[in-house]
């Protein structure tokens, strides 16, 4: 399965973007699928996960500001991300939630600064 996260990009504190995460293959639609994120120096950590069935769950630190969905007819996973902190500043990634080590792809760069 190749996973490709797309949609970053530069934004001031306080704005929006909007993530997607596409993936090739069938298995995807049976997957929780998780959003994480590295920041220089820092570990990587998942912010965001859904399961199959649309439940998710998200890290105290973007707790209604983040909300993750899923369109499985398009293997698409998107996460909407709010009143984006300096703090947001990482490079995001999708992978299965628990992560598996092959399905690691590029990640899409997010940088919050005014």
């Known amino acids: 399965v190749q996973l490709q996260a797309s949609g970053g990009g530069l934004v001031q504190p306080g704005g929006s973007l909007r993530l997607s995460c596409a993936a090739s293959?069938?298995?995807?639609?049976?997957?929780?699928v998780g959003w994480y994120r590295q920041a220089p120096g820092n570990q990587r950590e998942l912010v965001a996960a859904?399961?199959?069935?649309?439940?998710?769950n998200y890290a105290d630190s973007v707790k209604g500001r983040f909300t993750i969905s899923r369109d499985n007819a398009k293997n698409t996973v998107y996460l909407q991300m709010n009143s984006l902190k300096p703090e947001d500043t990482a490079v995001y990634y999708c992978?299965?939630?628990?992560?598996?080590?092959?399905?690691w792809g590029q990640g899409t760069q997010v940088t919050v600064s005014s």
């Open positions: 992978n299965n939630n628990p992560p598996l080590a092959p399905w």
């Open positions: 859904i399961t199959s069935g649309g439940s998710t």
């Open positions: 293959g069938a298995i995807f639609r049976i997957n929780a």
